[in-house]
């Protein structure tokens, strides 16, 4: 079989991005090649690697079956144009939650570059449940979440402890007390993150636990917005301590000490069959976390 390299490009491109006008801009194709491709491909593979339903594309059983060999293959291929290195280079796309993809990714990215300089890093942010997402349909290599989270195709590894902030702004009441008791919850309007993410989870959680209750809430999915909503006095927010650390030290806002159980665990979450992958290896190596077999 004569099977070309773009022919396996198109291929695994079309399954990561869920469409082939995608996968041909990616690749700097037109669309009419990219699909001539993906024929030639199924011709000599002879069977299909998607049904088309209308103008849509979906991956057959046995698209799926050889996606991972495929990916191996490329990656492979990709460290040949660096036949003195370890063989770790190429691109590296993590899926993380918005909290570690502000606070935690950049350094954690520019310290890795300095030991692997041929990596290409892509960063997609999502909440945890957008971050499942990505590497279910194979866009990621790696996932960072901040959610609790259960998968059977998926492997999730513990990672790091983070904890979460209960505040309110400089000028609210209880900015002089710093404390907020069980009782006092159902009475505040509260701005928290959205259903989905992690830090969500977690609130939601820590109040049932708490046997607490909740009034008004109003969702955003922006951590800023959340942080400038209580600064002007819409309620009492939830974040993690990383991402209001300096503006609770600049006294802009205010913590409330509170009996919730506000401690999680952030995860790495990477598909099953990547653990052979050099450049997933070596990130995993990197987080000096173990790789199931």
């Known amino acids: 079989m004569a099977i070309s390299l773009r022919q396996l490009k198109i291929f695994e491109a079309t399954a990561r991005l869920g469409r082939l006008t995608a996968a041909a801009d990616e690749q700097a194709l037109s669309q009419s090649a990219a699909s001539q491709a993906l024929k030639e491909l199924e011709s000599m593979l002879e069977y299909r690697l998607f049904?088309?339903?209308?103008?849509?594309?979906?991956i057959t059983d046995a698209g799926e079956l050889v996606l991972p060999r495929v990916r191996d293959i490329l990656a492979n291929i990709n460290s040949l144009k660096t036949p003195y290195s370890s063989g770790v280079s190429g691109p590296l796309r993590v899926a993380a939650s918005v909290t570690i993809a502000?606070?935690?990714f950049p350094q954690l990215m520019s310290d890795f570059l300095a030991c692997y300089a041929d990596v290409e890093p892509d960063l997609q942010i999502a909440n945890t449940q957008g971050v499942i997402a990505r590497l279910e349909k194979g866009q990621a290599h790696i996932g960072l979440i901040e959610g609790p989270v259960s998968h059977h195709q998926l492997q999730i590894i513990p990672w790091q402890r983070d904890h979460l902030q209960v505040f309110c702004g400089s000028s609210h009441p209880l900015a002089q007390e710093g404390i907020l008791t069980i009782e006092a919850m159902s009475q505040q309007r509260w701005i928290l993150r959205e259903q989905g993410s992690g830090t969500r989870a977690v609130f939601d959680r820590a109040m049932h636990q708490a046997g607490a209750h909740i009034g008004a809430v109003m969702a955003l999915n922006r951590q800023e917005?959340?942080?400038?909503?209580?600064?002007?006095?819409?309620?009492?927010?939830?974040?993690?301590?990383?991402?209001?650390?300096?503006?609770?030290?600049?006294?802009?806002?205010v913590a409330?000490?509170?009996p919730l159980l506000l401690s999680r665990q952030m995860s790495v979450v990477m598909p099953l069959d990547l653990h052979s992958n050099p450049l997933v290896?070596?990130?995993?190596?990197?987080?000096?976390?173990p790789v199931r077999n």
């Open 256 to 258: 409330l000490q509170t």
């Open 102 to 104: 502000c606070y935690l």
């Open 51 to 58: 049904s088309r339903i209308g103008r849509e594309l979906e």
């Open 225 to 253: 917005a959340i942080k400038r909503s209580v600064k002007a006095g819409l309620g009492l927010g939830c974040l993690s301590q990383l991402a209001v650390a300096d503006e609770l030290q600049r006294g802009e806002l």
């Open 281 to 289: 290896q070596a990130f995993m190596e990197f987080l000096s976390l």
